[in-house]
């Protein structure tokens, strides 16, 4: 057995691997389907193998599964490609339940020597991990996450000159952009309206055109469809050669339709180019507006800002028309600090920073208690950029109590009893305190909402915008992925523990301060900070040698 086991070692170590000596045993020349057929080894002679590394436990697995399936029954019409599934489950059912969803082939449970043996070859440190051999057993690359995420199927059949032709193509139509290149694929030359028709992506050329990328169930896209609704239809009534081509993000076609209302153009529901635009566009905010010129080149790279701030007035999104924008509100942020002076302070030193505007006082006894977090954060926030201030706004009742309140704050204030606090109340609506009001580096009111922010989040969330929201949300998803919903621990034996979004808590284990996630029982108000929760399966984790991110779960070293 042990001289088998090398001569497999040393078969898989030269340049093209043998397909049977690689994937069987001394007692196993088959691989299995979900349903339990066997498919001979042999079969495989003349095919291109992708090896599947992949465990039901490792979100970034479960998250690239579909992809491959996609990809998979794309290509299996060629019928001249496999892909085989080495599972790094720890049990039999985790495994059938994993395997029950993949239409390929997989080196069966009961046979862990074949599994584990391969990942040292193929420098399997993390999954998901696949590599991709050609018919003769050649490795093509062990990338092919990335290929398969960057190019799907049109990255067939894997080879490095394909996956290069790909790459020029790119940079060639990234030189040679038109109109064309953007809109049009393979299997379409059109985009759609409302009703369904179709429209020659010919007839946009010579217009200045807008790719709007937007998901109907993001708040914030659902919102600047609106707006964005209003001047598209101001600047065809003026007799513009403008047009919207939106590019839907939404997973189903119900939502597409929902977020295709507007009057504009669209591709046609989960057209394959969404995604690929997305990534050629380097898509990494929504809502987003790339304007495309009337010669076919980008005029800039996302104009939803300009477009909710100034509407038909950011008309025609040229470098010139931005210029100009940037003076009007250059001079819009003077004349905003210029009536809102801060003693000892030139208004010049505030443009252009994100300003915290500060409500409070020291007879407040949730202002003292509040003031020590902000002041950690204005600290944390200042050390990576300086383009950040807080100014104190006092509602003190004597010069004394703002004196000693002031002296622990380490930012700017009004001058006590300033006639301009009620000035600032009544324009920010200040109906009580602690209130922490977010302006931008424009002037603009980010949120009214920044103390929330500030005590959810700490200085994660500096600058305070929608879209630094989103990635912490999305972060914050990300983090319980994997995680049970609910689960009994013995350390609270009376009743079942729920995964809880938790803002601050103190976990009833470790009696360390917990936040964001939380194992809660609601009925005895008992927290169990995660780390206490899944200690257990941690420490199973670690004695198998593995560490999970957001994009990968990797071998400990």
Not at 153 to 175: R, S, V, W
Not at 223 to 235: G, I, P
Not at 410 to 427: E, G, H, I, M, V
Not at 458 to 470: H, I, M, N, S, V
């Amino acid at each position: 057995m042990a001289e088998s086991a090398n001569n497999v070692v040393e078969t898989i170590n030269r340049d093209c691997h043998d397909f049977k000596s690689l994937l069987s045993s001394s007692d196993r020349d088959f691989l299995v389907r979900n349903n339990g057929d066997q498919v001979k080894i042999d079969s495989l002679k003349g095919k291109k193998l992708g090896l599947y590394f992949s465990a039901s436990w490792c979100g970034p697995c479960r998250r690239f599964t579909p992809n491959l399936i996609e990809v998979y029954t794309e290509l299996s019409t060629k019928g001249d490609f496999e892909v085989i599934f080495v599972s790094a489950d720890e049990d039999e059912e985790s495994f059938n339940g994993y395997f029950s969803k993949m239409p390929w082939l997989a080196i069966p449970f009961s046979d862990s020597e074949a599994r584990k043996r391969l990942d040292e070859p193929f420098s399997v440190q993390g999954i998901p991990h696949l590599v991709l051999l050609d018919e003769n057993g050649k490795v093509l690359t062990e990338e092919g996450v990335e290929i398969i995420r960057e190019y799907g199927e049109e990255g067939y059949p894997f080879t490095p000159e394909k996956i290069q032709d790909l790459k020029d193509l790119e940079e060639k139509a990234k030189k040679e952009q038109s109109i064309k290149t953007i809109l049009v694929s393979r299997s379409r030359d059109f985009v759609v309206t409302s009703d369904g028709s179709k429209v020659p992506v010919s007839e946009l050329e010579g217009k200045t055109v807008g790719i709007y990328f937007s998901a109907s169930s993001f708040k914030p896209s659902a919102d600047f469809t609106q707006k964005l609704a209003e001047v598209y239809s101001k600047l065809k009534e003026n007799g513009e050669k403008f047009e919207v081509v939106m590019i839907s993000l939404d997973d189903d076609e119900e939502s597409f339709r929902q977020s295709f209302g507007a009057p504009w153009l669209a591709l046609p529901s989960k057209d394959k180019s969404c995604e690929k635009l997305a990534r050629y566009f380097e898509l990494s905010t929504l809502p987003t507006v790339v304007i495309i010129g009337p010669d076919g080149k980008t005029l800039h790279p996302n104009a939803a800002d300009a477009i909710d701030e100034h509407g038909i007035v950011a008309y025609p999104f040229t470098p010139e028309k931005f210029a100009e924008l940037k003076e009007i509100e250059k001079a819009r942020q003077h004349k905003l600090w210029n009536q809102f002076w801060f003693q000892g302070v030139k208004v010049a030193d505030l443009v252009g920073k994100t300003i915290l505007l500060y409500f409070s006082a020291h007879w407040c006894p949730p202002c003292r208690a509040f003031t020590p977090s902000l002041v950690e954060v204005y600290k944390k926030i200042k050390e990576k950029d300086d383009a950040f201030e807080v100014i104190f706004i006092s509602s003190d009742r004597d010069q004394s109590s703002f004196d000693d309140y002031y002296s622990g704050m380490p930012w700017l204030a009004l001058p006590f009893n300033d006639a301009r606090k009620s000035s600032l109340s009544r324009k920010f609506k200040v109906q009580g305190i602690p209130m922490l009001i977010a302006l931008g580096p424009t002037g603009k009111t980010i949120t009214k909402e920044a103390r929330s922010l500030v005590m959810a989040h700490g200085a994660d969330a500096y600058p305070f915008t929608e879209e630094r929201l989103k990635e912490i949300e999305a972060q914050i998803e990300e983090m319980a992925k994997g995680w049970p919903e609910k689960l009994k621990d013995e350390r609270h034996e009376e009743h079942e523990l729920v995964l809880t979004r938790r803002s601050n808590y103190v976990c009833d284990v470790c009696d360390e301060m917990g936040q964001v996630w939380s194992f809660h029982c609601e009925e005895c108000d008992f927290d169990l900070h995660p780390k206490c929760a899944l200690e257990k399966e941690t420490k199973a984790d670690a004695k198998e040698g593995w560490v999970c991110d957001g994009e990968v779960c990797t071998r400990a070293s």
